[in-house]
T-cell receptor, first 115, second 111 residues
């Protein structure tokens, strides 16, 4: 298993500003992902955070808007840049532990409100 | 990836068995079926994964017919704490990490 923490748990930000969300895992993991869950909606994969290389983004998401860092096997950050009210969502990171074949573990999420 | 269809919501009384059926007509040979549970204000949690026939763990059972075009998640004797959204996902391969979430089924357990 894996225990995941995210900081901040929630924030209220003004449009045009940026917020960096941190994801910390209690063990080294191979795969880390970032998802977005808009109010009342399902989860959408933003990108795969690759250790030592650039993140791999899904269609509709770009690095300039959602830069991601993965400096080591237990930590990643997602920045939401130049925010607008449409960015108001819950942002979740997930991991696949090294010893897991397929089970993903999700963090508690960061609830972002942009005013 | 095969598209999944499941009921938007279901209600059940405490102590009853709940069966949530998911349709995935275009499932491919290498695809696996996996289910996640999400409580309010929490991230999803893995429940069960299967390829065919029946899989059972301490939480649920997953029934997959021979044609694999649908699957049924069975929760025995639900309690109020089982109130959550349940997502059916189809993955390309057992070890695939690409999860595509649909709308899920909101299960409400009534006392």
């Amino acid at each position: 298993s894996a225990v995941i923490s995210q900081k901040p748990s929630r924030d209220i930000c003004q449009r045009g500003t940026s917020l960096t969300i941190q994801c910390q895992v209690d063990s080294q993991v191979t795969m880390m992902f970032w998802y977005r869950q808009q109010p009342g909606q399902s989860l959408t994969l933003i990108a795969t955070a690759n250790q030592g290389s650039e993140a791999t983004y899904e269609s509709g998401f770009v690095i300039d808007k959602f830069p991601i860092s993965r400096p080591n096997l237990t930590f990643s950050t997602l920045t939401v840049s130049n925010m607008s009210p449409e960015d108001s969502s819950i942002y979740l990171c997930s991991v696949v532990p090294t010893q897991s074949d397929y089970e993903q573990y999700f963090g508690p999420g960061t609830r972002l409100t942009v005013t | 990836l095969a598209k999944t269809t499941q009921p938007i919501s279901m209600d059940s009384y405490e102590g009853q068995e709940v069966n949530i059926t998911c349709s995935h007509n275009n499932i491919a040979t290498n695809d696996y079926i996996t289910w996640y549970q999400q409580f309010p204000s929490q991230g999803p949690r893995f429940i069960i994964q299967g390829y065919k026939t029946k899989v059972t763990n301490e939480v649920a059972s997953l029934f997959i017919p021979a044609d694999r075009k649908s699957s049924t998640l069975s929760l025995p004797r639900v309690s109020l704490s089982d109130t959550a959204v349940y997502y059916c996902l189809v993955k390309s391969g057992a070890g695939s990490y690409q999860l595509t979430f649909g709308k899920g089924t909101k299960l409400s357990v009534i006392p």
